[in-house]
């Protein structure tokens, strides 16, 4: 199984040392490996695409998101069938695969109930698809579709997706395991937390409620401490300063503070409840009677936390990608209704920035680690011997398919479905899990990503 959460930072969840509660990562930790230095692109849709293909975003045609798709080579948001996904070669090797969630990898111009579908999740490999197309999803009232086919509004007054997510995940492995108990199974879930818009049942958003009264500008501090408590970071590190264009948390007037605390109270309560219900399905897991073959890789982000919400905090993100700003006068005015189904609401850029704890910079930002360094969490009770480990070889999201595909004993296919496949790009880490002084194999990458790039070579 796969998790993988978007829009968070490497200092947001306890497990890492963040301020928003994280208890499935903890356990998961608790019993498997921690890996501090895993990369991402510092987007969505280039991720996502690496993650499923283990090729470089560029390479796979997603340098960018679907909904900036151009005619440039790399950039075209077209799936080459020269990258066979993860899931389509594992599904031609006997296993069972569902995509659960977010898909941010089928052409914009493709996702209407015409088509064509060979880019939806079912063409890409994937026997079973619950979940929406695009790059996010009101929480309350969401636009989604069960393979090809699009699913009624519920009427419930009380539905989240998370949850029904999580339910539908949990009812396919169920299911799966028995109709087909010596069938393996491969299930990605992408639940869309913690992207805008910013939802969370009010009853979560309450448990915060004081929690981030001390701002920005300490929180990052007392994160970089536990972090180094906990071991994630060295403990000679140095936490970046803020930068110039972020206001200090103590230049801001009374209203200025309730308004952002709280904006980042229904944030934790967004991010603490999605944690929760990817709980649910790890604990539908852990009861089935191969529980201990089976592998858990838990990504918190695909990319760091997002700035979009801009200085002010927004009480509708499509505002911000229209320019149009925000004043907070105006969005203090509905304070008590943020997190629930009337807004589109994300909080102000300098909370991604602590989000993104110790590190410069956030999403979209791929030439620092703060959009582009992501927890990961590696489970695998039968194989993992040292448990609650820390990993600190270099990784990157493409490594995560040859790591697959080494850990069940495939070979990756030169050709599939009769198109010559382009080389995997990744490296498997697995190497790394029973060695924590392991030699890393992952030398270089590049990061690119709208101009802003950079690369890692030999340290």
């Known amino acids: 199984m796969i998790i993988l959460l978007d829009d968070a930072g490497f200092g947001q969840f306890s497990t890492f040392g963040g301020g928003v509660p994280s208890p499935t990562m903890d356990r998961l930790a608790s019993e498997g490996l921690r890996y501090n230095r895993f990369h991402t ?13 283990g090729r470089n975003h560029h390479s796979a045609a997603f340098a960018g998101i679907t909904e900036a798709a151009t005619g440039y080579e790399g950039y075209t ?5 020269s990258c066979g996904t993860v899931g389509e070669v594992l599904r031609q090797n006997g296993y069972a695969t569902a995509w659960i969630g977010k898909n941010h990898n089928t052409p914009t111009w493709e996702t209407s109930d015409v088509g064509p579908f060979d880019h939806w999740a079912n063409g890409l490999g994937f026997d079973y698809f619950y979940g929406f197309n695009g790059g996010d999803m009101n929480h309350w009232n969401p636009v989604l579709y069960e393979n090809r086919n699009l699913v009624p509004a519920s009427t419930d007054p009380n539905y989240y997706m998370t949850t029904d997510l999580a339910n539908k995940a949990i009812s396919w492995v169920q299911k799966t395991k028995s109709i087909a108990p010596d069938k393996p199974f491969f299930l990605y879930v992408a639940p869309g937390a913690t992207h805008a818009p910013h939802h969370a049942p009010k009853e979560w958003i309450e448990k915060f409620k ?14 970089f401490e536990r972090q180094k408590k906990l ?5 000679n590190a140095k936490l970046t300063p803020r930068p110039a264009s972020l206001p200090a948390w103590e230049s801001l007037n009374a209203e200025q503070k309730r308004l952002y605390s ?16 990817m709980g649910r399905i790890t604990d539908a897991i852990k009861i089935l009677p191969d529980a201990d073959n089976t592998i858990t890789i838990y990504i918190a982000g695909d990319n760091g936390s997002s700035a979009e919400g ?22 203090i ?32 930002v791929a030439s620092h680690f703060g959009g582009t360094r992501n927890p990961m969490i590696i489970d695998w009770p039968a194989k993992i011997k040292n448990k609650g480990g820390l990993r600190s070889q270099f990784t990157h999201v493409i490594d995560v398919v040859p790591t697959i595909y080494e850990a069940v004993g495939i070979t990756a296919p030169t050709e599939l479905n009769g198109i010559q496949q382009k080389p995997i790009e990744g490296i498997s880490f697995a190497y790394t899990f029973n060695d924590a002084k392991a030699k890393e194999r992952h030398n270089t990458q590049y990061f690119e990503l709208g101009v802003n790039r950079g690369i890692y070579s030999n340290g």
Request: glycine share 8%.
């Open 41 to 53: 692109t510092a987007l969505c849709s280039p991720t996502r695409a690496s993650l499923i293909t």
């Open 77 to 81: 948001c077209i799936l080459p069938k």
């Open 210 to 223: 004081g929690k981030f009264d001390m701002g920005w500008d300490l929180y990052r501090e007392q994160t």
């Open 231 to 235: 071991g994630v970071i060295p403990a």
């Open 262 to 277: 709280h904006m980042m109270e229904v944030f934790a309560a967004y991010g603490s409840f999605a944690d929760d219900q």
């Open 310 to 331: 801009g200085i002010e905090g927004s009480v509708n993100e499509m505002l911000f990608f229209n320019g149009h700003p925000e004043k907070w006068q105006d969005n």
């Open 333 to 364: 005015k509905v304070i008590d209704e943020l997190g629930g189904p009337k807004h589109y609401n994300h909080f102000p850029s300098a909370w991604a920035w602590a989000m993104n704890s110790p590190f410069q910079w956030t999403k979209q």
